[in-house]
Structure formats: C-alpha cells, structure tokens
C-alpha cells in the first residue's frame, strides 16, 4: 500500500504505482524513477537543449490546439508556461542525468511534467492534476520520444552554432585579418619539419589562419543544412501515427517561425528518426575545425617560446602567472586550453560516431549521447574561439628585430641560389656557413660565385617573402 502524500509531498501515479514527488517539484513521477535510476555522471542536461525541447513542445502546443487535437485554451496555456521557463523560470526542474534511458525518454518526460505541472499552476490549479493537463495526453499530444528528440537535438545544434560557433568564428576570422594587416612587413623565417626554410610574412602566417577559419565555417555551414530537415510527425516508428494529417507540415512552419530557420518536414519520417548520419556529418566538420586549432594553437606556442631559449618572433599577451615557484614566468595558457577543449571535442565526435551506428531497427536509443556531445561541442568550441580571439589573438605583438634575424640567419636562404648557382654549389654554401658560422653572402662573395649586386637582388629578403598576386 503507498504512503499517503504530506503537506510536503504529493501522490502521483504511472503504469508502476504510486509515488511520492516533492510538493514544490514540477517534475513528476517518471522524472523521480529517472532520478533514482540513473545517478551516473552527475551532469544535467544543457540549457540550449531544454530550449530545444521547449520550443518544440510550443510549436506542437500551437499547432494541436489550432488543429482541435488538444482543447485550445490548454493549448494556450502549455504556451505560456513554456515561454515562461524559455525566459529562464525553473530552469533547475530539468534535472535527469545525461546517461540515461535510451532515446532519451527520461529527459523528455521530464519536459512534458514540468510544462504540465506549471501550466496547472497558471490555470489554479494543484500539480499533479492529470486528469485536467496531462503530460503525455496533452503536452507530448501526437508526439513520441522517438520524434521529439532527433528533432530538439537538430534544433539545439542549430540554435548553438547560431548563438555561439557562427559569431565566435567571425569575430576570430577578422581579428586575425587585421593582424594580418598589422604584421604584413614583418619578415620571418619560414620552417618545414621544425628546420629552417624560405622567409615568410608574418602577416601572411595570421592570413592563412584567416582563411583556414573561414573554410571551416563554410563547411560547417554546409553541413548543419542537414538539420533543417525534421522527422518531427514520424510519432513513434515514422509512421504518424496519432498526429492529425496536417501536423507535421504545420509543425515544421511553426517552428520555422519560432527560430527564423528554413526548416522543412522530412521525405521520408522513418528515415529521419532512424539515421543519425547528420548529426555525424555536422559533428565530423566541428573535429575538423578542432583539428586545424590544435595546429594554430601549437604555432602560436612555438612562435612564443622562450624567452630566451625560445622562438620569441611574437608576444602572446600574458593573462595570469605561469608558475607556482618560478618569478616572472608567463605561460601560453589561453593557447593550452584551445587545444584541451578540441581534444575532448575529437573524443566527442568518437563518441558519436559509435552511438550513430548503435540504433537497431526502427530507432537509435544512443540519442542522449549524441545529443549532450554535439551541442556541447558547438558551444565549448564556440567559447574557446571567442576567448582565443579576444584575449590571446587581438593582443598579439611582434618581436621583429627577432624575426628578421632569424630570416637573415637562415640556411635555406640558399634557395633562392639555386637558378644562379646551382643545387649542388647552393648545398656546399649552406654546409659551409653551418660550420663556419660564416654568413651564406660572405661566403658566396668569397668564392665568386655571384656579383655583390646580383646576390643582393636574389637575395632580397622582402621580395623572397612577398606572395604572388591573384
């Protein structure tokens, strides 16, 4: 027999049995057994995938009341109950683990109870009161889990790339360009396989990172398309069932309007919720970014390094002391964690890799995985760019009396020889200098290989560094 509910409880019942929720919870009863059953990383689900789910549980509220599927003051109310939390009101009611019941049923009851509960709050009523809003005959009318979730975690990962990746990469693209611009008569030393190569422009380095960004927000562009397309309406299996024939077209356009996206109802609804291919190819196209920031954050340590015993062709503005014991010590550190959060962005996309392909039949149950590893992705990378560009990039200095020592000094300035001279007479050169110490011009000079006016022409360090115009 079941206890009965306090002043401090209330009674609910599902297809189980009773239990007792707390009195000032709007979760309700599938929320507690997710609770109890699932206390495995201790992590909550993130607000831009509530947001998710809210807006898609507003888009079915609107378009089931406009259809007669759900008594349209009840529709009205879900609405506002969900704008209200959209706001951020009981943002600490959504409170299951992100390792949880596959599909992600869990999480979206936990959604359906608190929209219900607030919205029997609006109208005056007790929560709990089912029977007058239910969550699963009201709130989740004509939807399943096996709908709802593929389509919130293309919304989340739209409403992310929006809101923190797409500005991020901008503001990065053009702070890099006007260093660019900035540096563009610093000659440096190039260097392949970490040895001495041809002279280079340091502003050419930031412009290459430039463009570098800008193709990776095209790409990434390109493919979160695939989430514009919804399988929301497929209900259970993709097959509609329990939706009016004009809800899923409707829907698409509600929701449409809710986040100004071109989104469109699927071909085919049982494909829609079976594939996770597009959250796999929006997901791959972050690791690539990842990949390339690895690369520009590494550079940037090398280019920094020392002071002394390092590079030290640019200053990286110091943020905060580098050291426990040692005085004076600055450390690369916004550059060290770029590189921390696209390792854990790589393991993600492994992650959601092996989920993707986890499904069976008609649906992936893996769906909470990719959904907290995508979104999350989007945003760390999203912070971690936006931190990059205002607090490491902008405030870069070039060391240029450095930098052009290093070009001055380098072997491979016989390179540009090699027409004049030849390969082999342009080699002894370079393996002379090495061991003498001797300068390559005094060298060439000293054996007669070139005029002093000649050599100085080829070996014009600013011309050698210039890019060829397009």
């Given amino acids: 027999m079941s206890e009965p509910a306090s002043s401090e409880y209330r009674l609910e019942r599902d297809s189980m049995g009773d239990r007792q929720i707390p009195a000032n919870a709007y979760y309700g009863i599938q929320t507690l057994r997710a609770i109890e059953n699932f206390p495995i990383g201790g992590i909550k689900p993130l607000p831009t995938y509530v947001d998710a789910c809210l807006l898609?549980?507003?888009?079915?509220?609107?378009?089931?009341?406009?259809?007669?599927?759900?008594?349209?003051?009840?529709?009205?109310?879900?609405?506002r109950a969900?704008?209200?939390?959209?706001k951020g009101s009981f943002r600490d009611q959504f409170v299951v683990d992100i390792y949880q019941a596959g599909a992600g049923t869990s999480h979206h009851m936990n959604v359906n109870e608190v929209l219900a509960n607030r919205a029997l709050e609006i109208l005056g009523d007790k929560k709990g009161n089912y029977q007058r809003i239910s969550p699963n005959d009201h709130v989740n009318y004509g939807q399943s889990t096996n709908d709802v979730i593929p389509t919130a975690i293309r919304i989340g990962a739209l409403l992310a790339l929006e809101h923190s990746l797409y500005p991020a990469l901008s503001g990065a693209i053009a702070t890099l360009e006007h260093k660019g611009n900035e540096f563009q008569e610093v000659v440096k030393s190039g260097r392949t396989h970490l040895q001495d190569a041809v002279p280079v422009r340091l502003g050419e380095t930031f412009r290459a990172w430039a463009q570098i960004l800008t193709d990776h927000k095209v790409r990434i562009e390109k493919a979160a398309e695939d989430l514009l397309v919804l399988g929301l309406g497929g209900s259970a299996a993709g097959t509609g069932l329990n939706t009016h024939p004009q809800y899923r077209e409707r829907v698409a356009e509600v929701l449409s309007e809710l986040i100004d996206?071109?989104?469109?109802?699927?071909?085919?609804?049982?494909?829609?919720?079976?594939?996770?291919?597009?959250?796999?190819?929006?997901?791959?196209?972050?690791?690539n970014l990842a990949q390339d920031l690895v690369?520009?954050?590494?550079?940037?340590?090398?280019?920094?390094?020392?002071?002394?015993?390092?590079?030290?062709?640019?200053?990286?503005?110091?943020?905060?002391?580098?050291?426990?014991?040692?005085?004076?010590?600055?450390?690369?550190?916004?550059?060290?964690?770029?590189?921390?959060?696209?390792?854990?962005?790589?393991?993600?996309?492994?992650?959601?890799?092996?989920?993707?392909?986890?499904?069976?039949?008609?649906?992936?149950?893996?769906?909470?995985l990719i959904a907290y590893d995508l979104i999350h992705s989007i945003e760390i990378?999203?912070?971690?760019?936006?931190?990059?560009?205002?607090?490491?990039?902008?405030?870069?200095?070039?060391?240029?009396?450095?930098?052009?020592?290093?070009?001055?000094?380098?072997?491979?300035?016989?390179?540009?020889?090699?027409?004049h001279i030849g390969y082999l007479n342009a080699a002894a050169v370079a393996k002379e200098s090495l061991e003498t110490g001797k300068s390559i011009r005094q060298i060439v000079l000293e054996k007669e290989l070139m005029s002093s006016e000649k050599l100085s022409q080829v070996l014009d360090l600013e011309k050698m560094s210039t890019l060829p115009k397009r």
């Fill in 82 to 86: 969900a704008d209200e939390i959209l």
């Fill in 295 to 368: 690369k520009i954050s590494h550079d940037l340590r090398l280019m920094d390094s020392g002071p002394k015993t390092g590079f030290k062709e640019i200053q990286l503005p110091p943020v905060q002391p580098g050291s426990s014991i040692m005085p004076g010590k600055y450390n690369p550190v916004i550059a060290e964690m770029t590189s921390m959060v696209c390792f854990q962005v790589m393991g993600y996309d492994t992650a959601i890799a092996f989920a993707a392909q986890a499904g069976q039949l008609e649906l992936n149950v893996m769906m909470p």
């Fill in 261 to 287: 996206k071109p989104l469109r109802s699927a071909p085919h609804l049982m494909a829609a919720m079976q594939s996770m291919a597009p959250f796999v190819n929006v997901s791959g196209s972050l690791r």
């Fill in 56 to 79: 898609i549980k507003k888009a079915t509220a609107i378009v089931n009341g406009e259809l007669g599927c759900i008594p349209r003051d009840i529709a009205q109310t879900i609405v």
């Fill in 381 to 419: 990378l999203g912070n971690t760019v936006d931190v990059l560009s205002k607090r490491c990039l902008s405030g870069i200095e070039a060391r240029r009396d450095r930098a052009l020592a290093y070009a001055e000094g380098s072997l491979a300035l016989v390179t540009a020889l090699n027409p």
